[in-house]
Each structure stands twice: as structure tokens, then as C-alpha cells.
């Protein structure tokens, strides 16, 4: 029986040194912390900009960080045209709807295409996902037409329409992965129960795809608080408009220059949402992408 000194050096495991897997690790986390601050490096430059003053963020060449720090920037885009308050609830507002039509519609296209046996089900589920393949720009003016006749041009519910149409294939792919990974014994004994289906998709499936719907409410937010296109086509008064809107309005400086100072403050006010909304949901967004992904 032989026993290993205290003094011995480490021996190598698997034919590679002890060390050789923290170094790799020390690489790896370098390698992130690098990706990281040149995905950040926009933001913080969007940021300086925004606290320069308007002379000296329009100074060529320019400077990268602020010799002198000022407010006008965000006084101004406070200021601008009918306040900053009205184009972000005209967002606001836009947004909850489109989220709230977008989560109607896709849970139950995705509830009925996932647990119902219903012919020809995935040529309706591909018929679905076709608009995916269209460029919705090539929509906009046959939406805008028939909006027009309707009466819903010009308004905050009829943009809401649009930014739905765009999201719900998506939205409808993502809930019925969701649905689909629930397992079918937690059905058949809700059934033994007594429960009926009614009474299974509100307490049994909704609790269990709770991420999913998460994901759908935020990718709902993010597409209809960035769209600019179509937000620009449906909306002629300035009382309608939503915030992309106001950021191209408020970067026009005098003589027709470009404001940057302005337009930069402009763009971390719109962030701010998105960021906040994304951080507080972050983990219920990374395994709601994977619902459905492994049975």
C-alpha cells in the first residue's frame, strides 16, 4: 500500500493538467466580458452625446467624451412639440394593445393547433407562418386602404392591428411549442377530475406556459415600440404620434442638420422601457424560446 506525499505535484487528469481547465475558463469569461462592452459601446456613446451641449455635439471632428455636461438635450425632447408624455403614451397605448390581441390570438390558434385533433391542422399551422415570408412593408398600403375605409386610419386601435398582424405567425409558432410540451398525462388526470376542457386550459395548461406568453408579450412590446414604417404611413396627426415618430421630428436641427444631441437624448429615453421590461423578464424570455424544444 503505498500513500502520495503532501509535497507531490497535482497529476494530470485525463492527459491534461489540472490548471489547463481554469485557464480555459479565464479565456472564456474574457472572451464574454469583451463581447459585452462592444455591444455596450453604442449605448455609452449614445449617452455622451446625449449630455453634450448642442454646439459641442455637433463639433467636427468630434469628441468622444463631454468637455462640458448639460441637460438641454433632454429639456428639449421633454419639450418637444406636444410633450414627450403624449408620443410615449400614444406607445404605451399601442403597445398594451397590440400585446393584448397578440396574446388572444396566438394562445388560442396555439391551444387548438396543439391539442385538438383537427383535420389538416399543419397546412392550417403553415398557411399561418406563410406572412413570416412576406415583407410586411408590402402590406402596408393595402392595410392602409382598407383601414381607411373602416375608419381606423389615424388611430392609436388600428396601428395596434398592424403591429399585431405582423407579430401573431410568430407569436402562434412560439405558443403551440408551448402547448405541445405539456405533457398529456397532466390532461388525461385533469379530465379523471372532472375538470372540463374549459376548466383544464385556465388552471392546468396556462400556469404551465407562462413563459411562453411572456416571450409573446415581449416580443409584442419590442416590435410595436420600435416599428417606424408603418407608425409613419397610419398616423397624419401629430397627436397620434408614437415615438420612432417623434425621435426623426426632433433630430432636425436648424437649416435642416442634424440635431445629434437631441436625437441621441431622444434615443436612451426610448430604451429605457425595453431594457426595463426585458430585465425584470429575462428568465421567464430564455425558457420560453426553449418551450417546447425537448420532450
Not at 397590440?98 to 383535420?119: D, E, H, N, Q, W
Amino acid at each position: 500500500m503505498t500513500t502520495m506525499s503532501a509535497d507531490a505535484p497535482p497529476r494530470a487528469t485525463e492527459g491534461r493538467p489540472v490548471g489547463s481547465r481554469g485557464g480555459v475558463h479565464y479565456l472564456v469569461g474574457a472572451v464574454c466580458v469583451f463581447i459585452i462592452a462592444l455591444m455596450l459601446s453604442p449605448l455609452v456613446m449614445s449617452f455622451f452625446a446625449s449630455i453634450k451641449t448642442a454646439d459641442e455635439a455637433q463639433s467636427v471632428p468630434p469628441s468622444y467624451f463631454p468637455h462640458t455636461l448639460s441637460d438641454e438635450n433632454y429639456v428639449k425632447v421633454a419639450d418637444y412639440g406636444l410633450g414627450l408624455w403624449t408620443y410615449l403614451s400614444n406607445s404605451l397605448g399601442v403597445a398594451a394593445l397590440a400585446i393584448v390581441m397578440c396574446l388572444i390570438l396566438s394562445v388560442t390558434a396555439g391551444y387548438g393547433l396543439a391539442r385538438f385533433k383537427i383535420p389538416g391542422k399543419e397546412i392550417i399551422f403553415l398557411i399561418l407562418l406563410a406572412p413570416l415570408m412576406i415583407p410586411y412593408q408590402a402590406l402596408l398600403i393595402p392595410l392602409y386602404l382598407t383601414f381607411a375605409k373602416l375608419g381606423l386610419a389615424n388611430s392609436l386601435l388600428g396601428l395596434a392591428i398592424v403591429h399585431t398582424v405582423l407579430q401573431v405567425p410568430f407569436s402562434v409558432y412560439l405558443m403551440r411549442n408551448s402547448f405541445e410540451g405539456v405533457p398529456r398525462e397532466l390532461e388525461e388526470a385533469a379530465v379523471i377530475d372532472g375538470s372540463t376542457p374549459l376548466q383544464s386550459f385556465r388552471l392546468v395548461f396556462l400556469p404551465l406556459v407562462v413563459p411562453g406568453l411572456v416571450t409573446v408579450a415581449l416580443f409584442a412590446f419590442i416590435t410595436s415600440w420600435n416599428e417606424f414604417l408603418a407608425a409613419l404611413i397610419f398616423m397624419n396627426r401629430e397627436t397620434a404620434f408614437t415615438i420612432p415618430i417623434m425621435l426623426v421630428a426632433v433630430r432636425t436641427g436648424h437649416l435642416g442638420a442634424v440635431d445629434w444631441g437631441a436625437l441621441q437624448a431622444g434615443v436612451m429615453v426610448s430604451i429605457i422601457p425595453c431594457i426595463i421590461i426585458y430585465v425584470l423578464l429575462q428568465r421567464y424570455y430564455v425558457s420560453g424560446l426553449l418551450s417546447g424544444a425537448v420532450k
